[in-house]
């Protein structure tokens, strides 16, 4: 009977560890990518914090990068953001009727 506690813990012990890595590696992604407040406060809060910032955005604007000082006043991201809390077919409809707006391609030394 020793012996089947000892596996156990064991067994225990080895999945704590590659959980932990796992959770480690999910971090230090998190913070590369420049969303560690989203790892920290969990799915929840962060899509409240993201849809807050949206309505912001779309109630008061944004300073306009044109250089004539005035304000931009973006709704897509509002828009996708409701869109993807409809039940079923949200985050589909989202993707395929509001798609995110795609980042350049950073310029690179290597061809591939």
Not at 11 to 32: C, D, E, L, P, T
């Amino acid at each position: 009977m020793e012996s089947d506690n000892a596996f156990l813990d064991q067994y225990i012990n080895a999945i704590a560890h590659v959980s932990a890595f796992g959770m480690a590696y999910s971090m230090f992604r998190a913070a590369k990518r420049r969303m560690l407040m989203s790892f920290v406060l969990g799915p929840a809060e962060s899509s409240t914090i993201d849809f807050a910032g949206d309505v912001s955005k779309a109630i008061w604007g944004t300073p306009d990068k044109s250089g004539f000082g005035g304000t931009k006043h973006d709704f897509e991201p509002l828009e996708r953001d409701v869109l993807r809390k409809v039940p079923l077919f949200g985050p589909a409809l989202a993707k395929h009727l509001l798609p995110s707006k795609k980042k350049e391609p950073s310029f690179s030394g290597k061809k591939f």
